[in-house]
């Protein structure tokens, strides 16, 4: 099996940190994220954006503590940079854009005021709103619809009860995806 996706499986399974304020683990909630796409029979490439979007945060340390401490830890280019050698672009983009995204979505009121706390308050370190130049040229990107997509499967993902997948339900997918 390629180290990758051994390194996968282990951070999933190992790390125990939790969804910044929720109370789910980083695993638990990018898992369901990975079963959104697939609920909503997305590709296998947008199912593996959707299981490594927030990949970042196993490379970095402990969430809580950059917003917290009022850091944007920029898990996203963290995650892509760590994951690009092994995946290819379809994948690795949705994940680069996914905080781009919420910027994005946030410009319509009702996104803005259904998001919780906590992404209200990473929002500000992420920048904040997107002014209609910039969504326009978010619009630009390939895979921005995507992008879109994930955002949304992300911020559905905060079941506390459903029955979770484990990461070993991935692997044929991670193995496929593997370049
Ligand atoms: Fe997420």
Do not use: W
Not at 22 to 46: F, P, V, W, Y
Not at 131 to 137: L, N, Y
């Amino acid at each position: 099996m390629p180290n990758i996706v051994e390194e996968i499986i282990f951070s999933f399974t190992n790390n125990k940190s939790l969804y910044i304020e929720e109370r789910l683990t980083m695993s638990e909630h990018m898992i369901q994220t990975a079963m959104q796409a697939e609920k909503n029979k997305c590709s296998g490439d947008l199912i593996c954006s959707s299981l490594l979007h927030d990949y970042g945060h196993f490379v970095l340390e402990d969430p809580n503590q950059l917003v917290g401490n009022h850091i944007d830890g920029n898990h996203e280019a963290i995650g892509v940079n760590y994951l690009k050698k092994y995946f290819s672009n379809e994948i690795i983009e949705p994940i680069l854009l996914h905080v781009a995204a919420k910027k994005y979505l946030v410009r319509d009121n009702k996104y803005f005021n259904d998001l919780s706390e906590a992404s209200k308050t990473s929002l500000k370190l992420q920048g904040g709103i997107m002014s209609d130049i910039e969504a326009e040229k978010f619009e630009t990107n390939k895979t921005y619809e995507n992008a879109i997509k994930l955002r949304r499967f992300d911020e559905g993902a905060k079941n506390l009860n459903i029955k979770i997948k484990k990461i070993e339900d991935y692997k044929e997918l991670l193995l496929s995806k593997v370049i």
